[in-house]
């Protein structure tokens, strides 16, 4: 069940990067997935790069996963990222890595 959850949780962070690429083109706005502790993430957009506003609720990871790395990425309006980052979401046993190259395009390994 722990791997589940952890491969569950790595799906559901990939999958909410790539949306937040897909707005952040689409919509012509700065786009980001920020984690305010290990066990929670938002997605917030802006305008203009300063002020961010939630799009969305809050979303907790599955139980027993936490993440640690990058704790915000932003999408610029073009879908892509200033630099590579990387963001480790462990189970305590296991461990999976999300990645979102400078161009966008997220990973799981």
Known sequence: ????????????????????????????VFVRLRFP????????RSPDNVTFAADGPVLAL??????????TITFQRNGMIPSSV???????TASKTVRTNVLGRVTTL
Request: proline share 2%.
């Open 37 to 44: 502790d290990s066990t929670h993430y938002v997605r917030e």
């Open 1 to 28: 069940m722990r791997l589940y959850r952890l491969s569950t949780a790595s799906d559901q962070v990939a999958f909410d990067l790539a949306r937040a690429r897909m707005q952040a083109v689409a919509q012509s």
């Open 86 to 92: 990387s963001l480790t979401l462990s189970n305590g």
């Open 62 to 71: 599955p139980n027993g996963v936490s993440a640690s790395g990058a704790t």
